[in-house]
């Protein structure tokens, strides 16, 4: 009975050729990271970007009045 081709790794590293830094899968590595980096930082933005839900506008309302003015977190 054989593995499957999707079980099977697609190839070896030799350690050798992980350290070199001029090797093409190198650059496929830091090309992949740039591109996770930027689509990362996008996702970010629309999620810092997006308005804050009223329940939970509600509730940090509510946990202002019930500490009250003199609170060390409050600013004067």
Known sequence: MSTPKSVQPAQTVDQ?????????????DEAIQSAIGRKL????????NEEVPDKF???LDQLKK???PG????KS
């Open 16 to 28: 050798g050729d992980a350290l070199n830094m001029d090797s093409p899968a190198t650059s496929l």
């Open 41 to 48: 930082r996008e996702s970010w933005e629309e999620v810092v």
């Open 57 to 59: 506008r509600m509730l």
């Open 66 to 68: 019930s500490e009250g």
């Open 71 to 74: 609170h060390r977190g409050e």
